[in-house]
């Protein structure tokens, strides 16, 4: 079953149209939805343009009240296309097919590197650089759009998706509500080491345990562990207040800071971060909520010092790597 895509701010408002040109990216617009920036890696495999499989990627923006779904996408290139997620399990990341994903009112949709993406199966012919592909993307309420995807080379995706190929050096301004009303400002903790972690309070693995290796990590820095901040991030909103985040946050250590906020907030920090998240189901109806699943460390002058993966984000490494940011 589909999920929702990484949450992104809306775009500007943009003309109604077919297809909209002049800033910097093809548009195409219909009955409120607006898509852009769309565009497919170029293949690096070898053998048969049928045997090769194409990842197209995009950004979708619902400028209307209503929210809509996009329920399936087609190409007269593929003889099959699938929107799938990338998910973390067992210290690999698996793609899951992905049946619908939902776009709120005045919210955007990015499928991007790290999220959700639609592949192209079974192709007709060979693409380059430099080739468009045809797609129709159909939604639930918006009915049939037809788009085109520019194929670029693999190492120019990032940019063409207006992304960074990583955080910023200096991570940008973060900040996030406290249960308490306050606020957390990630400014604010210039000084001391910052550890942040994305996830939810109903994650059934992975949360818990990364949470539980900070608590661990935090016990083997001894009297260093005052200059550090151990912060958790909620990836679902819609259930996590601010003070439901800071007493799961809590219940691994009562130093830890857990944070929630509004969906313009969490959406910056999220993109702070190039952080990816998208709700979908279990097979037996229950939400999960898949996301990147980084360890971020923050170094004492606000730049980013490390990026540890998920699957090596064990206690060793994560007591290495704050070590090495608190320095002498």
């Known amino acids: 079953m589909i999920g929702r895509g990484a949450r992104f701010l809306a775009a500007a408002c ?20 607006v898509v852009s920036h769309v565009v497919a890696a170029e293949p690096v495999a070898a053998g048969a343009p049928a045997e090769v499989a194409v990842a197209v990627y995009f950004w979708i923006a619902n400028e209307g009240d209503a929210p809509d779904t996009l329920v399936a996408v087609e190409s007269p290139l593929a003889a099959r296309a699938q929107v799938h997620g990338e998910m973390p399990s067992g210290g690999m990341t698996m793609m899951v097919p992905v049946a619908a994903v939902p776009v709120a009112g005045h919210e955007m949709v990015r ?7 639609v592949m192209l199966e079974g192709l007709a012919r060979r693409v380059v650089a430099g080739d468009t592909i045809p797609l129709v993307l159909v939604f639930r309420r918006g009915g049939r759009m037809s788009v085109r995807a ?29 249960s308490d009303g306050g606020v957390f400002d990630l400014a604010e903790q210039r000084g001391k080491v910052v550890v942040v972690f994305f996830g939810y309070t109903h994650c059934p693995d992975l949360c818990p345990l990364t949470l539980a290796n900070f608590a661990w990590a935090r016990r083997r820095l001894g009297a260093r562990a005052d200059e550090v901040r151990f912060v958790f991030v909620t990836v679902d909103p819609r259930r996590d207040s601010p003070a439901m985040a800071m007493a799961y946050a809590r219940g691994f250590d009562s130093s830890f800071i857990g944070l ?69």
């Open 111 to 117: 499928l991007a590197p790290g999220g959700l993406h």
């Open 14 to 33: 943009v003309p109604a149209c077919v297809a909209c040109r002049g800033s910097g990216t093809e548009r195409f617009a219909q009955n409120g939805i």
């Open 150 to 178: 520019r194929v670029v080379r693999y190492g120019d995706l990032q940019a063409a998706l207006g992304m960074a190929a990583a955080p910023a050096a200096q991570v940008p301004s973060v900040r996030l509500a406290r």
């Open 260 to 328: 929630s906020g509004d969906s313009a907030a969490l959406t910056k920090a999220q993109q702070a971060f190039h952080v990816a998240s998208w709700v979908s189901h279990d097979s037996a109806g229950n939400v999960l909520v898949a996301h990147s699943a980084s360890v971020f460390v923050v170094g004492r002058d606000g730049a980013l010092a490390r990026v540890i993966s998920h699957s090596e984000a064990d206690v060793e490494r994560i007591t290495a790597a704050i070590t090495e940011a608190l320095g002498a």
